[in-house]
């Protein structure tokens, strides 16, 4: 039997909420201070339908305060130009996407948040049921060991060998590799690897926040359809409703769709580029000066980061110091590389 345990890090300028599965983070939520409400998974909205597009069989919304997002419609249900709706936002944008929202009938007056999404608590709270909701130190290592996996690229498997996760604008394509596990019955082997590969890779694209269409390459050949079928659909299970998963093909290869609810972790936590983000950076290094003023009371702390990073934490610093004092400063220092953090005393 699974065990799903939930993590709340209540942080300066973000509040982070984890769901562990048998132990290791599944999923990863991530809230910041400046999210723009009427984006967020479950935000409902009236909504005003700005733009009709018939042959795609979409409309595009207006969700106020510069906010937009699209609305798939039946043929028979084809909404109005200027209609107001009231709508509930059921993805998250991503980048160069907008949300994708779901009407439940008539609106009235101007585009607006009429209920907020469920905060990070409620939305824990919600997926595990009756479980109970650790915060303090506990959270804050299980949401940073939580934020390094997502990231991850080749994730080691249990018993030896490799899974390779990478999205690209298309597709996610994984990869499985045997490497160096060990065992004297080759197709043994192989089943064993592409069993619980499919259980990890299913925990570590909701970690991620990836959805659409996901390519598997399977390891080895002659392949029980079957047996990898009732895994994946075991595996899988949590993300419905939603999932297509398709048998495996000549090629040793197994096709999914998954939903795609809510924004990736990578882009919430990265550049376009792959590079961590200024604002990622800057809640690292406030997070540390935090630990640091906790384990030194009444020291006073320098933080050392590059410019544009300091420019970034300096809003987070000033929160930061109505809680613990002004007792720390963060200096931009133009010589150390962007992802370099430095807290000591002063």
Do not use: W
């Not at 303090?136 to 390094?148: I, K, L, S």
């Not at 060990?182 to 043994?188: E, F, I, L, Q, Y």
């Not at 082997?189 to 499919?198: D, P």
């Amino acid at each position: 039997m699974s065990d799903r345990r939930i993590y709340l890090d209540r942080g300066i300028g973000e509040t982070r909420g984890v769901i562990t599965l048998d132990g290791r983070p599944e999923r990863l939520i991530i809230r910041r201070d400046d999210d723009n409400p009427r984006l967020l998974l479950g935000a409902r909205l009236v909504a005003r339908v700005a733009s009709l597009e018939p042959t795609l069989a979409t409309a595009f919304l207006d969700l106020g305060g510069g906010a937009e997002a699209i609305l798939p419609f039946r043929p028979d249900a084809k909404p109005v130009r200027g209609q107001a709706l009231e709508i509930e936002i059921r993805g998250e944008p991503r980048r160069g996407k907008l949300a994708v929202a779901r009407a439940f009938g008539p609106g009235e007056g101007a585009p607006r948040l009429i209920a907020a999404a469920p905060d990070v608590a409620a939305a824990l709270q919600e997926s595990v049921r009756g479980a109970r909701l650790v915060e303090g130190n506990a959270a804050r290592d299980v949401a940073d060991a939580a934020e390094a996996e997502a990231l991850e690229v080749v994730h080691p498997l249990p018993g030896g060998g490799e899974l390779a996760i990478e999205p690209t604008r298309a597709l996610t394509a994984i990869d499985i590799d045997l490497s160096e596990r060990k065992g004297g019955d080759a197709k043994r082997v192989t089943r064993q690897a592409n069993m619980a590969a499919l259980g990890m890779a299913a925990r570590l694209l909701r970690l991620k926040g990836l959805g659409g269409i996901v390519v598997i390459d399977l390891v080895g050949r002659g392949h029980d359809g079957n047996t990898l079928m009732a895994t994946a659909r075991a595996a899988f299970g949590p993300d419905n409703p939603g999932v297509s998963i398709g048998p495996v093909g000549r090629l040793g290869t197994m096709e999914l769709s998954l939903p795609r609810r809510t924004r990736p972790l990578a882009e919430i936590l990265c550049r376009q580029d792959g590079a961590l983000s200024d604002r990622t950076l800057a809640q690292r290094l406030i997070r540390r000066v935090e630990a640091e003023a906790v384990s030194q009371p009444g020291a006073r702390l320098v933080a050392r980061c590059a410019p544009d990073v300091a420019k970034v934490a300096v809003p987070l610093a000033k929160l930061l110091a109505e809680q613990i004092g002004a007792r720390f400063s963060i200096n931009a220092d133009a010589a150390l590389p962007r992802e370099r953090l430095d807290v000591g005393v002063a």
